[in-house]
C-alpha cells in the first residue's frame, strides 16, 4: 500500500492559463475522489468515480473543470481559464467498495494563481 | 442535506491535559461519521469512523469519540494531550445508502501549550 499520490505538489499559474493535476489511488480501490480546500476551510466534495464512471458532480464543478478517469485507475483534474477563484488546496481521495470504506487522501495538490 | 458543526474553531490545551473537540451532526439518515487530522501541507489522515457498531470508537494515536443518537454528536477525546497531536481536526459525515461522499466541518486546529 503505497498510498495515494498527487502531482504536482504545487502549481503556480497565471491566470487564464488551463492547468492539469493529476491522482493516483490506492491500487486495489475503485472509488476516487476530488474535494477542493480553500484556507480555512473544511474539504469541499467535487466530483467522484466508480472505475472510470464519473458518478456525482457537485455544483462547484463549473463548465471550466473537468474530470476524467479514462482506465479507471488514475484520474485527471483539468482546469481552464484558471480565475483567482481557484486558487486552493485540491485532495485527492480513494475507497474501496462499500458505503463504510474510509476515504485515503493523498497531500494535494496546492494552486496558486497569480 | 447532511451537515456537520465543529464548535470552536480553535482550541488551546496544555500538555498532558484532556483534549475535547466537539463535532454535531444533522442527517435525515442514519450516517456514518468521521474524524481527520490534517497537519500543515499534508492531506488527511483518518483517526477513526463510526459505521454502526460500538458507539464508542477507538482510533489511532489515543484518539477515541463516542456516538451519541439522542444528542446528534461525535465528540473526540484524547486523556493526555502530546505535542505532536498539535494539527487542524475535522469531523465528517457521509449516509449508508449510496452516497459516499464525505462532508467535513470547518475545522478545529488544535494548539498544544507546553
Known amino acids: 500500500d503505497t498510498g495515494v499520490s498527487q502531482d504536482p505538489r504545487h502549481k503556480i499559474t497565471k491566470r487564464g492559463q488551463n492547468v492539469t493535476f493529476r491522482c493516483d489511488p490506492i491500487s486495489e480501490h475503485n472509488r476516487l475522489y476530488w474535494y477542493r480546500q480553500t484556507l480555512g476551510q473544511g474539504p469541499e466534495f467535487l466530483t467522484y468515480f466508480q472505475n472510470e464512471a464519473q458518478l456525482e458532480k457537485s455544483r462547484l464543478l463549473s463548465d471550466r473543470f473537468s474530470a476524467e478517469r479514462p482506465k479507471g485507475s488514475f484520474s485527471t483534474l483539468e482546469i481552464q481559464r484558471t480565475e483567482q477563484g481557484d486558487s486552493a488546496m485540491y485532495l485527492c481521495a480513494s475507497s474501496g467498495e462499500g458505503s463504510n470504506q474510509p476515504q485515503h487522501f493523498g497531500d494535494g495538490t496546492r494552486l496558486s494563481i497569480l | 442535506a447532511q451537515s456537520v458543526t465543529q464548535l470552536g474553531s480553535h482550541v488551546s490545551v496544555s500538555e498532558g491535559a484532556l483534549v475535547l473537540l466537539r463535532c454535531n451532526y444533522s442527517?435525515?439518515?442514519?450516517?456514518?461519521l468521521f474524524w481527520y487530522v490534517q497537519y500543515p501541507n499534508q492531506g488527511l489522515q483518518l483517526l477513526l469512523k463510526y459505521t454502526s457498531a460500538a458507539t464508542l470508537v477507538k482510533g489511532i494515536n489515543g484518539f477515541e469519540a463516542e456516538f451519541k443518537k439522542s444528542e446528534t454528536s461525535f465528540h473526540l477525546t484524547k486523556p493526555s494531550a502530546h505535542m505532536r497531536d498539535a494539527a487542524e481536526y475535522f469531523c465528517?459525515?457521509?449516509?449508508?445508502?449510496?452516497?459516499?461522499?464525505?462532508?467535513f466541518g470547518t475545522g478545529t486546529r488544535l494548539t498544544i501549550i507546553p
Open positions: 442527517s435525515s439518515v442514519p450516517p456514518y
Open positions: 465528517a459525515v457521509s449516509d449508508r445508502f449510496g452516497n459516499e461522499k464525505l462532508t
